[in-house]
């Protein structure tokens, strides 16, 4: 009973708690359904394939803690390997597209010998089918250049903070291309979301780039353009994946190894490209460049143990990737890789490169993050009231 009836008639009516009292101020909100943390199209799979056993069991209170037990893996690999490239590459003689080389061919590596040890020559064969591998090859050298231009952003310093925050462009830049493409629709709050985040993401990059002074404005420019290069490639990666990789019922692993083999010859490609374009010698692996004290060249050259935890690292991160890709819900997807986002300010940039705190900065960071939760969650909104709408009109 609220408050002020009971001014009226103080007898009739027993007081009010704490709770009770907070309860009838705050506003009545709809109810919500259980957050679930796999994808449902990928249990209505395993269901309509007659694994019964492993949907009960996945959906169980042991299977829900091996759920969040990968979640939790894939954000501490997430933001380690985010942090492992701002620490570990920047300043370094090293040749950077000798990273992505590096990483699609030990991924190979991975891949074949999983779909050997679980599929035998069939798994092999799969995986190494050179039809697969060519029809996989236009998404495959679109992941290889954003990977490329990652890590040359890395290379000439920019933080692994500023690489987080302006790859979230990426969603209203897809949610683009989809609406031109596909011709999917969004509601008007997505719209919003996005347009929020482009704000905020354009208010970030101008807020580093006055804190960077004058001398360094013309470097810090053209990492943030390889970012943005990044996020593009990335874009046509995903629109190409659905028109091509849907194609594909293979397991997971052998159409990661499809499309590492594609990615591994692009990397070839552009360890030359690279080193003929850039204006950095050290970009071009069969020039010298200092190394402690000696004239070195090389793909390899000023490797180290940093370099093998960077690469250990990114390996892990973009397996997982692939995994939580495919298996886990959009919002847990969407907030694992936010959570990501605050550790790497926090433990990166405040804890292990000792910057001071930046209102400015800290709180633009964390519009970005909520922006991108409010667009997955009214995404997820819509097409609740969709799937409600048509089960009630049958």
């Known amino acids: 009973v609220p408050p002020e009836l009971q001014v009226c008639a103080p007898a009739e ?3 009010l708690s704490r709770r009770q009292r907070l309860d009838s101020l705050l506003p009545r ?11 449902r199209q990928f249990l209505e799979e395993e269901r309509s394939a007659g694994n019964f056993q492993f949907v009960a069991w996945i959906s169980s209170k042991k299977g829900l803690l091996i759920q969040l037990a990968c979640v939790v893996v894939f954000v501490f690999f997430d933001s380690a390997r985010t942090i492992a490239n701002d620490q570990y590459i920047s300043g370094r003689p090293i040749v950077s597209q000798s990273i992505t080389f590096a990483q699609f061919g030990a991924s190979i590596v991975v891949g074949v010998v999983l779909s050997a ?8 064969k799969a995986a190494l089918s050179w039809k697969e591998i060519l029809r996989c090859f236009p998404v495959a050298t679109c992941f290889s250049l954003s990977q490329t231009f990652t890590i040359m952003a890395y290379s000439i310093g920019v933080s692994g903070m500023e690489n987080t925050v302006v790859g979230n462009v990426y969603m209203p830049l897809s949610a683009l291309l989809s609406r031109w493409i596909f011709r999917r629709s ?13 704000l905020s993401a354009s208010a970030f990059v101008l807020l580093q780039n006055s804190a960077s002074g004058s001398q360094t404005e013309s470097i810090f420019n053209t990492g943030i353009s390889y970012v943005l290069l990044s996020v593009v490639m990335s874009c046509l990666a995903s629109m190409l994946s ?35 374009t850039s204006k950095r010698d050290q970009d071009a692996f069969w020039k010298q460049r200092p190394v402690d004290g000696r004239m070195e060249s090389g793909i390899f050259v000023a490797w180290n143990w940093q370099m093998i935890i960077v690469l250990v690292v990114t390996l892990l991160q973009n397996w997982l ?9 959009t919002v847990i997807r969407s907030s694992a890789q936010q959570l990501s986002l605050l550790i790497v300010y926090f433990v990166g940039d405040l804890l292990l490169n000792q910057k001071p705190f930046d209102w400015p900065v800290g709180t633009t960071a964390l519009v970005i993050a909520l922006s991108v939760q409010v667009f997955v969650f009214a995404g997820q909104a819509v097409k609740e009231q969709a799937a409600r709408t048509g089960s009630s009109g049958c």
């Not at 909100?29 to 994808?39: D, F, I, M």
């Not at 040890?117 to 092999?124: I, P, S, W």
Request: charged share 15%; hydrophobic share 50%.
């Open 13 to 15: 009516f027993s007081s």
């Open 29 to 39: 909100l709809p109810p919500v359904e259980r957050l679930e943390l796999l994808n």
């Open 117 to 124: 040890a679980v599929e035998g020559v069939d798994g092999l």
């Open 186 to 198: 969004y509601s008007f709050l997505e719209w919003i979301a996005l347009t929020v985040l482009m």
């Open 242 to 276: 659905e028109k091509i990789m849907k194609a594909g019922n293979s397991h997971f692993y052998i159409q990661k190894v499809n499309l590492d083999v594609g990615s591994f010859f692009t990397s070839i490609i552009m360890l030359w490209v690279c080193g003929a």
């Open 321 to 329: 990737a692939g995994f939580v890709a495919k298996r886990l819900s």
